[in-house]
């Protein structure tokens, strides 16, 4: 009897221990915008001049189909775009939207000044440590415990790491269940093909209750890339037209590393960007009319020697200010940024390259991030340690882009009062009363003097981060899930993967 009310009250601690998420993000900051109207007015120009002499490729019968019957030029799989056509069909996107969670604590708002965050999308490899190696569904589910645990990020993301140890034809059901059950935070759809856009929307409707539940209010985002330059193809086209179809936002992305994917000047990146944007944008309308969309970006360069992709570059950095600014002048809400790094390994580089790609994030205000967190190795890699940089980072900038609150109490004339000249304001009542909550504390930064940092091991940024990674996973609790949608979920997985042959 003893050691069960001690086991309740063990229950009644953690459960006490427990915060309600903080809000999202609002970046109530002004906007860093560096194009004149002379400079936007060329771009328009720019754009405009791409879809109409040059073109973009559309590899669906259905999206040929689409234009064809919206009056466009169409030879073979290129269609030739009116750009007054593409603005009527932009201007039926919404510029905001809500995306429901199933913990209504952690819905999201896309668009104005809400920034949401989500984790790496897309490595086919990990980093634990001094080891590279493939991922697997363990670490797929460890990631998205992680998402579930650090308050900084609104999504798990998708594809966190690819589960390289399950069949490739039916993990796309293992990483929504598992996105579904280990978090009760957005998700993302898998966009691989239309039958696995299907079955994310079957087990969306299983999660919140039906096909008009998450009409209403959308339960996911995808991503949905261009073959840049100038390319959509079938796969991504069969995802985008599912989900589409269901209201669920889709992110239109032109996939861009100037030198390769584009001409090497940032103008004709951007240019480029509009085009492939814009027309992507303009189907998914003709799908559905009003279906909320996000205009994408993923913008950087190779390195000229050897032809390996950069990130966190100046040039990457200008273009992604460039984009929010762009976005907000066709009244679209936008995505791009992240913590993005060419680093190998979670060291100095892949801190300072990531601030490079999140500070103008954050001065962009960027609606929705993606590799936020994790992105190692030019996205071939995720990484746990910095994994836990990355949040570092966020929490950092989310405080330092939080406007000060100026009043009587904050200016401290009392404390002047009070201290004198040549004093000190460590033992002021004014110093007292705040000096809980008067300075942003890091959970990952090390502030000790020489000798108490030897005592304590000596560890650098790399090992900090490994122990707290490893700590959240032990105290990680799977949010609850009523278990009557658990077992549908399941079942529905196991009669899916038997059809798929896996």
Sequence with gaps: MMRLGCEVAHRQRRSARRKAPPPMFTNRMPRYEILSADALAQLDAGWRRLVTEIGVEFMSDRALDLFREAGQRVEENTVFLDPEFVLEQVAKAPREFDV????????????????????????????????????????????????????????????????????????????????????????????????????????????????????????????????????????????????????????????????????????AALVQQMAEALSGIALAQLIRPGCPVIFGSFLSNIDMQSGSPTFGTPESGIGLLCTGQIARHFGLPFRTGGGLTSSQVPDAQAGYEALMTLMPTFLAGTNWVMHTAGWLEGGLVAGFEKFVIDCQIVEMLQHEFTPLEIDEGSLGFDAHQEVGHGGHFLGSMHTMERFRTC??????????????????????????????????????????????????????VTRRRRELGD
């Excluded at 697997?136 to 966190?160: C, H, I, P, W």
């Excluded at 796309?172 to 978090?183: I, K, V, Y």
């Excluded at 990952?444 to 996973?473: H, V």
């Design 439 to 492: 300075f942003y504390r890091p959970f990952l930064n090390s502030s000790e003097n020489y000798e108490r940092w030897m005592r304590n091991g000596a560890q650098d940024t790399a090992t900090r981060s490994a122990a707290i990674w490893r700590k959240r996973l032990e105290e990680y609790e799977q949010p609850a899930l009523d278990d009557g949608i658990h077992s549908q979920l399941e079942d529905f």
């Design 100 to 267: 429901q969670a199933r913990n209504p604590a952690n819905n999201i708002h896309i668009g104005g000044d809400s920034m949401a965050f989500g984790a790496v999308y897309g490595p086919p490899f990990v980093r634990d440590g001094e080891i590279r190696r493939d991922g697997t569904m363990e670490d797929y589910r460890n990631f998205a415990k992680l998402s579930q645990s650090f308050s900084v990020l609104d999504s798990a993301g998708g594809v966190v790491c690819e589960p390289n140890d399950a069949p490739l034809d039916s993990r796309h059901l293992d990483m929504t269940l598992a996105l579904m059950t280990l978090t009760d935070k957005v998700f993302m759809g898998n966009v691989v093909s239309g039958p696995n856009a299907r079955d994310v929307i079957a087990m969306s409707e299983m999660l919140f209750g039906g096909r008009e539940a998450i009409e209403a209010t959308p339960v996911s985002i995808s991503l949905i890339n261009c073959n840049s330059p100038l390319r959509w193809d079938d796969r991504m086209l069969d995802a985008l037209f599912e989900y589409a179809a269901a209201a669920q936002p889709v992110v239109l992305t032109p996939f861009i590393l100037m030198g390769a994917m584009s001409p090497v000047t940032i103008p």
